[in-house]
């Protein structure tokens, strides 16, 4: 009787789901289709932009390159076609702004800014021109945290609520480790082949601590950032860079009332205080409402399209770099050389600009993606822009362009390769009570090294080929950079580099942007006027509804149950994905603060 219970109330739970899930999906379809109809056909926002109006700049998400849609919020059912503009529309938008005789100003709405130094750079850069134009930029928050402050430091004026809190503690980074997990609790090994002292993207799973190499490569990397953001801070408010070093050490500028008598803030003000000044800057009536539009909608409202016949190609490399096809959120090497390939032999395409987003990851994808580059840098010219991160297989593909140019935070270099093996045996037996046994017809047959530990002759094959690897990625670099093998090495050994200190070393050929490689790559083209093709093509909102449905879903569930330590196990997850293969990685979770 039991038995039949159980099944029965199987059937019944098994039954709910699917119509709950029925539910979500038309509950998903419905909002995808309103969101639509709020979008043209040319996919921009049908935006009213009024005379006299304000652009607001909030940028609390994380700022991808290129415009996409958000994804769904399962939590709250939010539209997931909410149009979310990349890097680069952002970029156009301020200087669109500049001129626009519509535009009076930006209010910049402050918070949590989940993104790196390099693209705050871009971003800055930006407003300092837009600044230029004699047009005003208030910048107001309640929590501001300290990517949020180095961003809006370049407004005229800067206030902070009264209660408020700002982040400002200095530049840091933290890893995680994993050893004690591993092998401590999980009996568990992680088998590890690398080349370079400095490749430190295995240290997490083997060691408890930081090398000294990794210690060493990890605080010259921060001083490269901490100098541009003493420097820029401190030329914006007025102060030396040692006096405003100070203030981040004694932690005298959290509370905002100190913050304006160290002179980091203007004013401290409530927001309606602050709406009151806008209104006064705009010139209009204290009982008005202010005509404001968002720098999303602005940005998708305002976005030209140029009719020449001459054609750019814009490939955004962002994401891990996987074998085989990939998806919207990595590189695969297969979709990416096919992609290389076809604009190598499109007559119509007549450069190629390759905007480089990523930490790296399978060395023998970007291998087969160097080699598409090589093959269409020979006809048409090929230049790279870097982004936040362009580091280990990101610099592989990279190297061999026409010119190379990075942002001055840009992460790179790490030339460098790894294979990480788990030796799950002892987990296997100890904690789970499974054991294994096998028939070899050859010496090596069953080698997997998951199931027992490599014998010295097979770790020895399999250094070989890492080192081998190794070889052929500092060719690459000595090849395409012009650098002598010799060179090459001093920089090389997985060691990371920001853009600047690559300049320094031969690795990057100049500081700039993606509209700045643009420009050169129209220059080397002989190219007067031009418009840009972006690639690979993105799926469409309903693909992604269906093809990610489930992935969202179980995401949303595992995030929900683990909350912070959420990011650790993907990070652990990595180990299962790389499947033994030689990577050319950064160290993960390597994050800037």
């Known amino acids: 009787m039991n038995f039949f219970k159980q099944v029965l109330a199987t059937i019944v739970g098994l039954t709910i789901f699917q119509v709950i899930s029925l539910i979500m999906v038309f509950v998903f379809i419905g909002a995808l289709v309103a969101s639509l109809d709020e979008i043209d056909t040319a ?5 009213t932009i009024d005379s006299n109006s304000l652009l607001v700049v909030k940028l609390n998400y994380d700022i991808q390159e290129r415009d996409g849609f958000a994804a769904f919020d399962w939590s709250n059912m939010e539209s997931f076609a909410k149009e979310k503009a990349g890097l680069q529309s952002l970029l156009e938008a301020i200087a669109f702004a500049k001129t626009d005789d519509r535009i009076r100003g930006i209010f910049m709405d402050l918070s949590i800014m989940p993104n790196g130094y390099a693209t705050i750079d871009a971003l800055r850069l930006a407003l300092k021109d837009f600044k230029s134009s004699g047009k005003f930029i208030l910048a107001y928050g309640e929590t501001i945290d300290q990517k949020s402050y180095y961003l809006a430091s370049v407004a005229d004026k800067f206030y902070a609520n009264p209660e408020g809190y700002l982040q400002l503690s200095g530049i840091g980074s933290q890893l995680t480790f ?49 100098e541009d953001f003493l420097n820029h801070i401190a030329e914006e408010r007025g102060m030396s860079p040692e006096a405003f070093n100070q203030i981040l050490n ?14 980091l803030l203007d004013d401290v003000k409530y927001f309606d205080e602050v709406l009151d000044e806008l209104k006064d800057l705009m010139e209009i009536d204290q009982s008005e409402d202010i005509e404001s539009l968002t720098i999303n909608d602005y940005a998708m409202a305002t976005a030209e399209t140029a009719k020449s016949a001459n054609k750019i190609a814009v490939i955004y490399a962002e994401g891990n770099i996987v074998d085989g096809e990939g998806d ?30 990523s930490p790296g990851g399978s060395a023998l994808a970007s291998e087969v993606m160097w080699r598409e580059l090589d093959l269409a840098k020979a006809v048409k010219p090929v230049v790279v822009s870097m982004g936040e991160l362009a580091a280990s297989g990101g610099y592989y593909i990279a190297c061999n362009a026409d010119k190379i140019f990075a942002e ?11 294979a990480m093996i788990p030796n799950m045996q002892s987990f296997m037996n100890n904690k789970l009570g499974v054991t294994f046994d096998e028939v070899n017809l050859n010496d090596h047959a069953t080698m997997n090294g998951i199931t027992g530990p490599f014998t ?35 920089v090389a050994g997985g060691r990371v580099w920001t853009g600047e200190q690559a300049l320094e070393r031969g690795l990057v050929d100049e500081i700039g942007n993606l509209s700045d490689a643009i420009a050169y790559a129209a220059s080397l083209a002989n190219l007067d006027d031009y418009r840009l093709k972006e690639y690979p093509e993105m799926k469409s909102p309903f693909e992604q509804l269906f093809s990610e449905f489930g992935l969202e879903a179980r995401q949303a569930s595992l995030k929900e149950a ?25 160290p993960m979770l390597i994050e800037i603060y």
């Open 408 to 418: 001055e935070n840009t992460i790179t270099g790490s030339i460098g390769v790894f």
């Open 328 to 357: 919207d959120t990595s590189i695969g090497g297969e979709r990416f050389a096919k992609e290389i390939r076809k604009l190598r032999n499109d007559d119509d395409i007549d450069a190629i600009v390759l905007r480089v987003n």
């Open 178 to 226: 994993f050893r004690g997990l591993l092998e401590d609790k999980l009996d568990a090994e992680v088998q590890v082949f690398k080349v370079g002292n400095y490749k430190s993207a295995v240290e997490p799973f083997i060691q408890d601590s930081m090398s000294t190499a990794n210690r060493e490569q990890t605080a010259f990397l921060l001083e490269g950032v901490k």
């Open 250 to 263: 004694d932690l005298s500028a959290l509370e905002p009332k100190s913050a304006v008598e160290l002179g």
């Open 562 to 586: 683990l909350g912070p330590v959420y990011p650790y196990y993907e990070e652990l997850q990595q180990i299962t994905l790389m499947n033994g293969r030689v990577q050319a990685r950064l």
């Open 456 to 490: 010295d002759y097979e770790a020895q094959v399999i250094q070989r080929s890492v080192d081998n690897i190794y070889e052929t990625f500092t060719t690459r670099v000595s090849e395409g950079r012009g650098m002598s093998m010799e060179s090459v090495l001093e």
């Open 43 to 47: 996919g921009s926002a049908t935006t």
